[in-house]
């Protein structure tokens, strides 16, 4: 059984979409709209759970009727894409947000031999070592990865920004083993939620998800990583 911070979607046009997804004949260009796709569709249920709205003032509409405008909660909101592949969702879920938001990037790699990650890149805002808080960590940030194998990288991310000072984490991916699902949400239980498209049960002997996707990165960007 899956941990209670663990949401898997049951959206059938998602499942769909997944089943289309995992083809070999699917192209680079199906397979980024698909990503793109299926990040828009498990964006909606993830920020409907995880946002709510407030009262930003008043306004009129184009009759000249007042009406009274809303945004959301909270509203320090960050994005931030696991590179490579993170970025084909990146756009998906900043088009669902009202307002723009700053978009931070984790560059992290899994070792071949170890299969454990290895930061290459961290661009978050941190504040000189003698502030009291860092006040430039956003309240929410939406984490980004399409694929959660191991868990090792996810559980890096988690810790990385869970260090910068955020309160909330919701992490968004297509595709999840069921071992590394555990291992990621039970790297913050009570600050993370993870909201994933479909399951599998187990990963192989390189750390890659069977019966899976492939390496979405490679297929999304036609270049091959470390």
């Given at each position: 059984m899956l941990p209670s911070n663990?949401?898997?979607?049951?959206?059938?046009?998602?499942?769909?979409?997944?089943?289309?997804?995992r083809s070999q004949s699917t192209s680079t260009r199906e397979t980024r709209s698909l990503v793109h796709e299926i990040a828009t569709i498990l964006g909606v249920e993830a920020l409907a759970a995880g946002l709510t709205t407030a009262s930003s003032g008043k306004d009129k509409t184009p009759l000249g009727i007042e009406y009274e405008?809303?945004?959301i909660e909270p509203?320090?909101?960050?994005?931030?894409?696991?590179?490579?592949?993170?970025l084909g969702m990146t756009d998906a879920i900043n088009d669902l947000l009202p307002?723009?938001?700053?978009?931070?990037?984790?560059?992290?790699?899994?070792?071949?031999?170890t299969l454990q990650p290895v930061e290459y890149y961290n661009?978050?805002?941190?504040?000189?070592?003698?502030?009291?808080?860092?006040g430039s960590a956003a309240s929410?940030?939406?984490?980004?990865?399409?694929?959660?194998?191991?868990?090792?990288?996810?559980?890096a991310a988690i810790h990385l920004l869970r260090e910068w000072g955020v309160q909330r984490i919701i992490m968004l991916s297509v595709l999840g083993s069921e071992p590394g699902l555990h291992r990621a949400a039970e790297s913050w239980p009570e600050g993370v939620e993870l909201w994933v498209a479909a399951v599998d049960k187990q990963c192989?002997?390189?750390?890659?998800?069977?019966?899976?996707?492939?390496?979405?990165?490679?297929?999304?960007?036609?270049?091959?990583?470390?």
């Open positions: 663990i949401h898997v979607s049951s959206h059938p046009c998602l499942q769909a979409k997944v089943s289309q997804l405008t809303q945004t509203a320090n909101v960050a994005l931030v894409p696991i590179l490579r592949s993170g307002t723009s938001v700053p978009i931070y990037h984790l560059g992290l790699f899994r070792d071949k031999f661009n978050l805002p941190f504040l000189r070592a003698d502030s009291p808080t860092n929410l940030a939406v984490l980004l990865d399409p694929i959660i194998a191991t868990g090792a990288t996810a559980e192989d002997e390189r750390g890659m998800i069977v019966p899976g996707v492939g390496d979405i990165g490679d297929r999304l960007f036609i270049a091959h990583g470390k």
